[in-house]
């Protein structure tokens, strides 16, 4: 199994790269350190699938070891990075990744240092920053990446497309959580382009162009890469809601509070009686939302059947993305290496 | 006079490009329009001034006159948009060139749309993301320029440096307005990073390297920018209290009820008697500060001699430029359009 030593040489790569920043940052002033220590804390977690589907994309396409290819890969967690702050910020969280979320730890140095003013708008500006500086830190690393300008080239267009995938994608996840009558259609659309593209198709691409894949290598990772986005995406609604805080790092029920209109609760309101789902809107985006409360909705979730119907569609779509890789033109390392990425991207354990 | 020609061409660039993105956007969902129209308003205004720095910086060094120079500079015109959207969401503006900000006509939406929940983390969220999206497309629309790919990678060097400097310089300047006691000294090492070396020096720095100058161009330029871009800082402190509304596009008093310290600010408190003291800290950063509290302030800030002092600055830093540009190796045309535009960088009109 390859995984595990890619996963460890993107680490090499993305801490190597967020090192070398470090000196510069202090020269200009010691008062940044909390800005690289935020950062740091940050990066220690995650499970880096999108560097290593960028890897096996382009191993699957025939691009050979060279180092140049995990650095340009674990650019992407730089890119996570960013819209993990930003996506704190937006949604008010208190912890990410099993640690205080950004906004939350500039709020606490506000705090400590007695500063002027209040303590939460400090701790957003501080956040909408250092999120501003991952963005621009993702695409530096990448051409920094010691491979040929014209792979670089071809790379970009993939890069520019997720990039405004993903943040249209969001915004449309906000729309959809501020509007009434959201369906399974509606919710499935802000997953393709919010989620699913961005954490495993555009990645997959992004190896693939760069290792200058032809048109068919290119379909057949989308024919894998779509329905497992997806897969992955359900599965990530359904850790949210009964995952358990240890492994998702987000307290028990922070999407319920968030009002997440996820494909989830989509099924659950398509199922549900009338009474179920009066207390379903009633509870989620309640900002108060307490244990019990969550309870209910998780209950509401079982008992219409909404789980079920979830757990059917991750199974479908998971055997959706076996098929097509199975049939898929790329080497059989990568297919071994993207199988295994697929248990990763869907299993039940966050 | 060659800028006005250069600046019309800037804005041409630049609404060509967001022009090509449209259509990807509302094929993806007709609900991002919303998100284009609030870019186009912002980038109806302001003034062009790094593109056009860059251009001339490019033109000083040699460089001819193909069209990919006028692309490259106008990406940064995005980079300004992220900044600016961003910054707004951090000090709470109403407005930015006299428009209202993105952050505010997303709470607008919200509210003639009837969405669920609060509207301002609505506005905010979308202005998060439309700032990000501005990022991204800033380096996208920089790549895309015609240029050779050996000038691309020589200036990239320049616009991370760039990109990072702006970043780390604005929290420094969050941070400055949180903390008691700054000095002229400490308002002098934020209005460095944050806005002297990302409207000029780097700007021109960014056209030097594309156009493969050697050390003594880029030092030229330096000696230049530097002192030409804190002028232009200490002139936006002084519009941002004394300016006409009608052309600062921001209402008057506003940089006084964020509590910027500013230059002018600690210049004002070097000078000012312990009694005006005590009024200045009260007033600044209250967000009730209403026009008598504003003319108060203005009137301390011109008694205690802070005014005239940050005049002076301005003058002696402007000449110091003058003199530098008199003795800089470039060519001729590049000079004559590096005086007017230190005209317009450092003018009493907004």
């Known amino acids: ?66 180092p140049g290819i995990v650095t340009a890969a674990a650019s992407l967690e730089l890119l996570q990075a960013s819209a993990l702050i930003h996506d704190d910020v937006m949604d008010s969280s208190d912890t990410r990744r099993g640690q205080p979320s950004v906004h939350r730890r500039f709020e606490e140095l506000h705090r400590r240092e007695s500063l002027l003013g209040a303590a939460e708008p400090f701790g957003v500006g501080a956040a909408i920053l250092l999120g501003d500086l991952c963005l621009a830190w993702s695409s530096q690393m990448y051409e920094s ?13 993939v890069y520019d497309r997720m990039r405004t995938e993903v943040m249209c994608g969001q915004y449309l996840d906000v729309l959809e959580g501020a509007r009434r009558g959201g369906t399974v259609e509606t919710a499935l659309r802000v997953v393709e382009y919010k989620s699913a593209k961005y954490t495993i198709e555009r990645p997959l691409h992004l190896g693939a162009a760069l290792a ?36 998702t790092g987000k307290p028990a029920g922070d999407d319920l509070r968030e009002g997440k209109r996820t494909v989830l609760v989509a099924l659950t309101a398509e199922r549900a009686s009338p009474a179920q789902v009066e207390v379903l809107e009633r509870h989620l985006g309640d900002p108060a939302l307490d244990g019990a409360g969550v309870d209910r909705v998780r209950t509401i979730i079982e008992e219409s059947g909404g789980l079920a119907a979830c757990e059917e569609m991750i199974e479908r779509y998971a055997d959706q993305a076996a098929k ?24 039940r354990q966050a």
Chains 1, 2 share one sequence.
């Open 145 to 157: 990446s010691a491979l040929e300008a014209e792979r670089l080239a071809r790379g970009r267009t």
């Open 1 to 66: 199994m390859m995984t595990p030593r890619i996963r460890k040489e993107v680490d090499e790569a993305l801490f190597a790269f967020v090192d070398r920043r470090r000196p510069d940052l202090l020269a200009v002033s010691p008062d940044l350190a909390p800005l690289l220590d935020a950062l740091d804390s940050l990066l220690a977690g995650g499970k880096r699938l999108r560097p290593q589907f960028c890897y096996w994309g382009w191993r699957g396409a025939g691009g050979g070891t060279e």
């Open 212 to 247: 200058g894949a032809p048109l068919p290598v290119m379909e057949a990772l989308s024919a894998y890469g779509r329905p497992l986005g997806i897969a992955f995406q359900l599965r990530d609604d359904v850790l949210g809601v009964f995952g358990d805080p240890a492994e």
């Open 324 to 347: 097509a890789l199975a049939d898929a033109p790329l080497t059989s390392e990568a297919v071994k290496a993207l199988e295994d990425l697929a248990v990763a991207a869907t299993s």
